[in-house]
């Protein structure tokens, strides 16, 4: 088994000044935390993989192709892969695990 704190998660996140952090890597999938102040701007371009969002903290919007969304602590946001995403108008500090399928490369 493998288990882990979000506080700890946050904390390895910041010391290594980073916006992502890959935390858990497997043969089918790979799993980080993202993290994006208010007022930030996402970099994000499309992937190769699928993904799906659960935001622990946080408020902003998502755009995925087309579509937007606002997302707030509980949401499950699903991206294909290869889709145009990115959050914006973030309007409280975000947190988000993030889930790889196939592992990110």
Known sequence: MKAFRLDELEAERAANEGAYLQFLRERNMSVGLYAL?????DP???HN????YF???????????????QVARGSVVY??????????HISEDLRV????SPPES
């Open 49 to 52: 993989q699928d993904e799906v």
């Open 79 to 88: 991206v294909p892969a290869g889709v145009a995403h990115k959050f914006h």
């Open 55 to 69: 935001v622990v903290s946080g408020r902003a919007a998502i755009t995925v192709g087309m579509e937007t969304t």
């Open 44 to 46: 994000q371009r499309p």
């Open 97 to 100: 695990l993030v889930v790889f």
């Open 37 to 41: 102040n208010a007022g930030e701007h």
